[in-house]
């Protein structure tokens, strides 16, 4: 009995040594904001010497922050992109091996559409995508329809809708649109904790004629210019007629003169 109290004293006093030698990094702040403009961190009692730190950004290494200074302090400042999109950012110190602690930049969500624009022939499928690269991501997604008559509503899925979510992606379908009830602005809406952001895409359903005006206009082009030949012929005067055919036998005219005054010629040598 007396020998496992020992073991057991021996084992609470290692953990306290353990406790106050083991390496720490002070993160300043802990929780980060849009008002943040900068990170830091401070690595204290380190075992091993420090050979290097950098930055991550979602996991990502921040390649302008690496160094090779072995000072246990880094800096990151935050930027512009940093406070649009957010994410969880944490300071790595590389000594026998790879310290790091997380600060969390936390904005409300920034949604896009990669196009603003779709077009879509009558009765094909459209597809409209939004995106999304904030931190935190987005938890909850959903779309609205505003017509061109200015009426709104709220989209959800059923024969005509599909909508899919990913961590960072809203796709919306639209089975079978028609022209006249489906054109519009399709707004997608992305919130997180820290409150909601959205952006429109405007679709626009061509008939399936209107691939066809092209050359129904070509052809209502060709009627036309016919058409005002014909009437012309039809409509020109007689004496321009008369005046056609004898242009063609003038040259009889004259060669019948000619032909006259060779006889008269003949007949005065003969004389």
């Known amino acids: 009995m007396a020998l496992l109290w020992v073991f057991g004293a021996v084992m609470v006093c290692f953990y ?3 406790s106050e030698t083991e390496p720490n990094i002070l993160t300043e702040p802990k929780e980060a904001n849009i008002t943040t403009e900068v990170l830091s961190c401070n690595f204290t009692e380190p075992q091993t010497p420090i050979k290097g730190h950098h930055w991550t950004r979602n996991g990502n290494v921040i390649e302008e922050t ?4 072995t000072v ?12 649009k999109f957010g994410g969880a ?83 919306l379908y639209i089975n079978n649109p028609a022209s006249n009830m489906d054109s519009g602005s399709y707004t997608c809406h992305g919130s997180n904790d820290m409150g909601e952001f959205s952006d429109d895409i405007t679709l ?11 050359f129904l206009g070509i052809v209502v082009e060709v009627i036309v210019l016919v058409t005002i030949i014909f009437i012309f ?3 020109r005067k007689p004496e321009d007629l008369g005046d056609d055919d004898n ?4 040259p009889l005219k004259n060669e019948s003169a000619a032909n006259h005054k060779d ?6 040598n003969c004389n």
């Open 16 to 18: 306290q040594v353990t």
């Open 66 to 69: 690496r160094s090779t200074s």
């Open 72 to 83: 246990g302090f880094t800096q990151y400042k935050v930027d512009k992109t940093d406070i």
């Open 89 to 171: 950012f944490s300071c790595v110190f590389i000594a026998a091996t790879e310290f790091n602690e997380s600060i969390k930049l936390s904005v409300v969500p920034h949604v896009v559409a990669p196009k603003h624009n779709e077009h879509v022939t009558e009765n094909d499928k459209a597809v409209l995508m939004c995106e999304s690269s904030t931190y935190p991501p987005i938890d909850k997604w959903r779309w609205s329809f505003t017509d061109d008559s200015k009426n709104k509503k709220d989209i959800t899925e059923d024969e005509k809708y599909i909508i899919k979510i990913e961590p960072n992606k809203t796709t």
């Open 204 to 214: 626009r359903v061509r008939s399936r004629l209107a691939a066809l005006w092209p």
């Open 233 to 235: 012929e039809k409509r």
């Open 247 to 250: 242009v063609g036998s003038a």
């Open 263 to 268: 006889k008269n010629v003949r007949q005065r």
